[in-house]
């Protein structure tokens, strides 16, 4: 989901979730009430490439992440192996995870992740003091017991991901690793390190609290994402006539300083219906959901949207 955008000139948009448009109003599909009716479009989350349901240019694609809420927590267990596949009696633990933090995850003190051999910690991720927040950053254990060895005896070692903070913290994956005495790094398995499958609690991370694995569309500056969608009779098409909306849930990068920037964008193959181009009031670094419903309706004659 989230990259470190290389540049601040251009405001950058991460949606996790864009429907086109969220509510559509159509008289013909209501009587005495409005109706409100969510348009068909698959991929609208960008829970699968874009391949096939959008069209893009530059640099935009799609990935899962686990979003973890505050007080929340994933674990999973590693079998000691002793061979050259895994972790073994003696070796040095590591692990790297790649995560993004919401500007509102202010707390530094926070374990984000640590490794055990089913005793104390053997090493953590204890300090967010350096690590910027609204974009991706790659952080790493230093060793707390032990030497960070895994003791001898021990079946299994333990991966801990936590969120002590008062803000979301979304991961995006987890490395871990060994050194052996003779200098060897051994790269060890972690199950759907990168979230790309459902979490499975009896085959890869157990959870508490509230987390959700989540999809999202990162795009870099100069990038664009479109699609079209057909104006019919369908329940669930644009008819002539519906008053469309659009909503977006994005992040934007803090490096993403401009107040006016089209991020999204409605139209009829002539006439632009609605747009999201006033950022100013979007918070950088943390998920905002962004909204336009006022736009004219959807004109007799056109043929999509």
Known sequence: MLRKWTSGTLAIAIAAALALPSGAWDASRASAAEKSVVYDMPNGGFESPLAGTWDSAGVAETEHYLAME???????????????????????????????LSADASDDANVMLRINDGGPALAEVNDLSDA????????????????????????????????DTKGEIDVHRVKLWGVREDGTRVAYPVANADFATPLVDTSDWS??????????????PGSAVWRSLPVGSGERQPHAGDKPAVSLRLMLSPDARLTSSVTARVNDGANTLLEISDLSAVKRGAWNVVRDESGPSVPEGAAQL
């Open 70 to 100: 505050p007080g929340s927590a994933v674990w999973q267990g590693i079998p000691v192996t002793n061979d050259g596949k895994g972790p073994s009696a003696g070796d040095v633990v590591y692990g790297e995870v790649e995560v993004t």
């Open 207 to 220: 959870s508490g609290g509230a987390v959700s694995r989540k999809s999202a569309l990162v795009m870099q």
């Open 132 to 163: 910027a927040r609204g974009e991706a950053v790659k952080l790493t254990t230093k060793t707390i017991n032990a030497g960070g060895k895994i003791g001898a005896g021990k079946p299994v070692i333990y991966v801990e991901l936590h969120n």
